[in-house]
């Protein structure tokens, strides 16, 4: 099993944002989990789905219960 992983910049591009926003995530404890290698910072594949599924919702005031757990 290959384990992928995202960049800053790919993880951004995936969700649209900037990559500045990640960052600020990142200083407030939010978004998926991440790795530091030096100075450079990635996210594993599974982190990032991990992440999306435990914020996916079925209504404005309903969120779906992930079965697997998330992040």
């Known amino acids: 099993m290959e384990i992928q992983h995202l960049s800053q910049n790919e993880l ?5 944002i900037s990559p500045y ?14 790795i ?3 100075n450079r910072v990635v996210y594993r594949q599974e982190d990032v789905e991990a992440h999306e599924n435990s914020h996916t919702h ?5 969120p779906v219960v ?4 998330g992040v």
Do not use: D, F, V
């Open 36 to 38: 530091k290698l030096g």
């Open 66 to 69: 992930c079965q697997g757990g």
């Open 21 to 34: 926003t990640l960052e600020k995530w990142r200083m407030q404890g939010l978004g998926p989990r991440y």
């Open 12 to 16: 951004a591009q995936r969700w649209r």
């Open 58 to 62: 079925i209504g404005t005031s309903q």
